[in-house]
């Protein structure tokens, strides 16, 4: 089946360095999805990205998807303690007649003040 | 909106015991799914239903896990019998219209701990 591997698992910064998660799919993704879950809390949608080499901003976070649709990454500019969270990349797949989103493992960040 | 509703939000039950959890979805959207998460295996999808019909059962871990959507509004995931591996967190989520394609919205999630 079709797996998306997250990296880094683990991500500690100091506010108001960078941050950036790299998602890749072992098949091509007709799009990828990510979200954002706070401590204690549950998946957030935050965007989708679905054009090959398609970039997308929201403030601070820059989206990315690869050429080959087989990558994404995300881009967190100067991290706030806001940012503190895990994010996780979503793909879908279809199989069977089966269709269903496959999250990667996620990346936690933390921020330190 | 009031979102996807779940409850309860925390449960404690002791091995061997029935567990129920519970799941409103968002009124019109059409697919949900049940999601299992561990520190371990992350979030694992466990099951979905289309328009109240299961269409892909093949996450459910054992037959010990059974889940019924009898109507639009509501849904339930029971483990029976409950053993201390089952303790994890448990989502629910609704979309409209594939959830591949389109974003899935997710309940707060019912913390599970099996003594």
């Known amino acids: 089946g079709q797996q998306v591997m997250q990296i880094p698992q683990y991500q500690h910064v100091q506010e108001g360095e960078d941050f950036t998660t790299y998602c890749n799919s072992s098949t091509t993704l007709s799009n990828i999805q990510w979200y954002k879950q706070r401590p204690g809390g549950h998946p957030v949608f935050l965007i989708q990205?679905?054009?090959?080499?398609e970039v997308k901003k929201q403030k601070r976070l820059t989206f990315q998807f690869g050429e080959a649709k087989k990558n994404s990454s995300l881009h967190i500019t100067a991290t706030q303690t806001t940012d503190v969270g895990t994010y996780f990349c979503?793909?879908?797949?279809?199989?069977?007649?089966?269709?269903?989103?496959?999250f990667g493992k996620g990346t936690k960040l933390s921020v330190i003040p | 909106d009031a979102g996807v509703i779940q409850s309860p939000r925390h449960e404690v039950t002791e091995m061997g015991q029935e567990v129920t959890l519970r799941c409103k979805p968002i009124?019109?959207?059409?697919?949900l799914f049940w999601y299992r998460q561990t520190m371990m295996r992350g979030l694992e999808l466990l099951i979905y239903?289309?328009?109240?019909?299961?269409?892909?059962d093949s996450g459910m871990p054992e037959d010990r896990f059974s889940a019924k959507m009898p109507n639009a509004s509501f849904s339930t995931l029971k483990i029976q019998p409950s053993e201390p591996r089952d303790s994890a967190v448990y989502f629910c989520?609704?979309?409209?219209?594939?959830?591949?394609?389109?974003?899935?919205?997710f309940g707060p999630g019912t913390r599970l701990t099996v003594l």
């Open positions: 009124s019109g959207h059409d697919y």
């Open positions: 239903f289309n328009n109240n019909v299961p269409i892909d």
């Open positions: 989520a609704s979309s409209f219209s594939g959830g591949w394609g389109n974003e899935q919205f």
């Open positions: 990205l679905v054009k090959s080499g």
């Open positions: 979503a793909g879908p797949y279809s199989g069977a007649g089966s269709y269903q989103l496959t």
